[in-house]
């Protein structure tokens, strides 16, 4: 059955001086209604550049984008990478939503915070400015807001980081869409904070039957939200599988790296955290094999010499598990035990 959102062999760079930017290679994902699809890596890994290619945020001058992003609506399926780019503003903030990363700089000085979530109310619903304050009234109600009635009219400077988050969910929430792609929302936010959105954005998806993509490095707001995860490396996908699949049996020496990055206190041992070595690569000049070789542990077991020459297929290991590793799985298992 087909789900809400289906990315197929997406592909999205950048024409440069230096060279092609290759962010994002050959990226396929879906997520339904209902569903949180987690997507992590390190910066620069192709996370936040292919989910701006499905809201169509690209500018189509300086960037070269293939393959396909469906959306399976009621009316029928679009996709919004082939769509007229009047098809996809109309579904932008409709059917579709997005939280900024930093709503400091997302949100705009000059107006108010009830004046910015009543424009996208007014894009879509007939009303006076009246009816639009009051929508936007209701909306910080809805994310929490206390004395949302006075706040309303409040500028973004006034109100505390975590109060920019809720109000940047207000805006993105205002039009009830079926997709929201939310990057990075708990950034910058203290502990007790970023707990609270993530219960938030928990409680509105049950709410409003959501489909919930969610951009992050903080493998500990995976672990509490999301009911799949895509690992990013390079500008591709290199694992994906729940998050059972992901943090008890992973397949791919980069998962395994950012899993040992995480700090432990379950065990009641100390322990010094495994920094994963090298820097990420080059997106102008990705290796000819495997992009994370270079940095692998591991790659040395694999004979053949594939990770330097061949890039890894993204392979089925079982119930929606993938990965894309030349080291079979029983062989990484091995040695991570003798390693342990």
Request: net charge negative; glycine share 12%.
């Given at each position: 059955m087909s789900k809400f959102l289906e990315v197929t062999n997406l592909n999205v760079s950048f024409p440069t001086q230096d060279g092609e930017v290759r962010a994002s290679n050959e990226v396929s994902y879906s997520v339904d209604l209902g569903e949180t699809l987690a997507i992590v890596g390190e910066s620069g890994s192709g996370k936040s550049v292919s989910n701006l290619a499905v809201m169509g945020l690209h500018n189509p001058t300086r960037t070269k984008i293939t393959g396909s992003a469906v959306l399976n609506l009621a009316e029928g399926p679009i996709d919004v990478i082939s769509a007229p780019a009047e098809t996809v503003r109309r579904l932008r903030g409709k059917a579709m939503s997005m939280i900024f990363q930093d709503p400091m700089s997302a949100l705009?000085?000059?107006?108010?915070?009830?004046?910015?979530?009543?424009?996208?109310?007014?894009?879509?619903?007939?009303?006076?400015?009246?009816?639009?304050?009051?929508?936007?009234?209701?909306?910080?109600?809805?994310?929490?807001?206390?004395?949302?009635?006075?706040?309303?009219?409040?500028?973004?400077?006034?109100?505390?980081?975590g109060m920019r988050q809720r109000a940047m969910i207000a805006m993105a929430l205002v039009n009830n869409p079926s997709l929201l792609i939310a990057d990075e929302p708990t950034t910058a936010l203290d502990v007790t904070v970023q707990s609270q959105i993530l219960k938030l954005l928990k409680d509105l998806q049950k709410e409003f039957h959501m489909a919930i993509i969610l951009i992050t490095h903080d493998l500990g707001v995976v672990a509490e939200?999301?009911?799949?995860?895509?690992?990013?490396?390079?500008?591709?996908?290199?694992?994906?599988?729940?998050?059972?699949?992901?943090?008890?049996?992973?397949?791919?020496?980069?998962?395994?790296?950012?899993?040992?990055?995480?700090?432990?206190?379950?065990?009641?041992?100390s322990h010094r955290l495994r920094a994963i070595p090298g820097q990420p690569p080059s997106l102008i000049g990705l290796p000819s094999g495997c992009a994370f070789q270079p940095r692998c542990e591991y790659s040395s077991k694999v004979t053949s010499g594939a990770c330097n020459s061949s890039v890894p297929s993204l392979s089925d290991k079982g119930s929606g598990h993938h990965s894309r590793c030349h080291l079979d799985v029983a062989d990484l298992n091995n040695l991570v035990k003798d390693k342990a």
């Open positions: 705009h000085p000059f107006y108010t915070i009830g004046d910015q979530i009543a424009e996208g109310w007014h894009l879509y619903n007939k009303g006076s400015k009246k009816d639009g304050i009051k929508k936007a009234t209701e909306m910080l109600e809805i994310v929490g807001i206390p004395d949302a009635s006075s706040r309303v009219h409040d500028y973004p400077h006034q109100f505390s980081g939200v999301a009911d799949r995860i895509c690992v990013m490396y390079g500008g591709r996908i290199v694992e994906n599988g729940t998050v059972d699949d992901i943090f008890y049996r992973p397949e791919h020496p980069y998962t395994l790296g950012l899993l040992n990055s995480v700090p432990r206190i379950s065990d009641g041992q």
